[in-house]
């Protein structure tokens, strides 16, 4: 391989680093522009080289084959000092050399000790694992191909870092109801209170009809929901670390329950939240022949307003007896009812099973009709100073957070009385 030969192949290493990351459709590394530079260094040194050796042996077009006899011992020193010059290339931070007993260049710890860089797609997935750590060329830590060959192109595939599982029925109203974060612990918002539309075609110099969309401003704040455990001995929390999760999952857990339970039925006297079935101006469905008639209605309660609904709200015992509900002849037959008890569906609506209406009511909602608010944290703190406890070298856990029920649209909820009165 003579000089030119080998100015084509350090040029052509060079145009591979950029063509992968091309193919990626992305920038150059720091640690890809480095050896490009580098490259590039050496092919504007291959020239100079060139010319140098064509102006001393006295051609500019080709390096001339070494005569039969052999070269003089001049032609040998200035060829070694040449070679000596294009070794160096680079200085100590140089990507490799080149081995003129092989025609190649290799990197060090290619050559097996012989300190040289091979320029072969195999040399040059090698030399970019040792500059990169293994993260530009060959196989990366995520199975991507950074070299590939003539004709293919890669495109980077984004992973999200979490695993989505399939669909489960939701064990809580709050797992279903929506949200949104606050940064001010007061507001106003607008509640539809009038939805009878009258519109129709007029005759010319008719008066037209009058439609009833009213609203009205309702204010609404924040509201503090806290609890704090009783005395655990600061020595058993320190020699049991499982305890100290177990209270919080647990005081975590009641901080939903008591949420869940506000949402639903909270009175609105301060600092209760109004709940669903306290707020003025939502739908009754009174029960009808059985549940499933009745619950049936009460989705075309809310149909029949052009709403969609998706949530039921049922007590345990609600949801038992419509599950148990039996044919006429006394088989109980799950097959032939609107009841879908994996997904947990009844007239294709998603069941929320929940303690929160208590027995014989139950809830059908627009959830576009409701907002959970909150100022998107729940504080956890460990303290010592509650009545003694620091002389008893007791702690205790206090857990809380600040919520708030917006409720856009009243007629978007029903009440369903799941029993005779």
Do not use: C
């Amino acid at each position: 391989m003579n000089l030119k030969e080998r100015r084509r192949a350090t040029h052509q290493a060079a145009q591979n680093i950029i063509d992968g990351a091309k193919a990626e459709r992305r920038e150059l590394t720091k640690d890809e522009a480095e050896i490009v530079e580098k490259l590039i260094a050496q092919v504007k040194e291959f020239d100079r080289l060139i010319t140098e050796l064509a102006a001393t042996l006295g051609s500019s077009e080709e390096e001339p084959a070494a005569p039969a006899s052999g070269p003089s011992d001049e032609e040998k020193a200035r060829g070694d000092a040449l070679l000596a010059k294009l070794d160096g290339m680079g200085g100590a931070k140089s990507v490799g050399k080149y081995n003129p007993l092989t025609g190649k260049f290799e990197s060090k710890a290619q050559a097996m000790g012989n300190g040289i860089m091979d320029l072969s797609a195999k040399g040059l997935r090698g030399i970019a694992r040792e500059a990169t750590g293994n993260a530009v060329f060959g196989t990366t830590a995520l199975g991507q191909k950074a070299l590939v060959t003539a004709g293919q192109s890669i495109t980077a595939i984004p992973m999200l870092p979490d695993v989505v599982n399939t669909g489960r029925p939701p064990a809580s109203l709050l797992d279903v109801l929506r949200s949104r974060t606050t940064a001010t612990p007061t507001w106003q918002y607008l509640r539809q209170i009038g939805r009878d539309s009258n519109a129709a075609f007029v005759a010319p110099g008719g008066v037209k009809p009058t439609s009833d969309f009213s609203t009205e401003t309702v204010d609404n704040q924040l509201r503090v929901l806290a609890h704090i455990s009783g005395p655990v001995d600061k020595y058993v929390l320190g020699d049991a670390p499982a305890l100290e999760r177990f209270l919080v999952d647990e005081m975590n857990y009641g901080i939903r329950q008591a949420l869940e339970a506000q949402v639903v039925g909270g009175n609105g006297t301060a600092p209760n939240l109004r709940g669903l079935l306290n707020t003025s101006g939502i739908q009754t469905q009174t029960f009808e022949t059985d549940v499933l008639t009745t619950t049936r209605a009460a989705i075309t309660a809310v149909e029949t307003l052009g709403l969609a609904p998706d949530l039921f709200v049922i007590h345990p015992s609600d949801w038992e007896a419509l599950e148990l509900l039996r044919q006429s002849n006394g088989d109980l037959d799950l097959g032939h009812l609107p009841i879908d008890r994996a997904a947990r569906r009844l007239w294709g609506v998603q069941v929320v099973v929940s303690t929160a209406p208590g027995a014989g009511n139950a809830l059908l909602l627009d959830s576009t009709s409701v907002e959970l608010v909150t100022d998107g944290s729940i504080s956890v703190e460990w303290s010592d100073a509650v009545s003694d406890d620091f002389e008893r070298n007791q702690k205790r856990v206090r857990v809380e957070g600040r919520f708030a029920l917006d409720v856009f649209r009243p007629l978007g909820v029903v009440k369903i009385d799941t029993a005779a009165a």
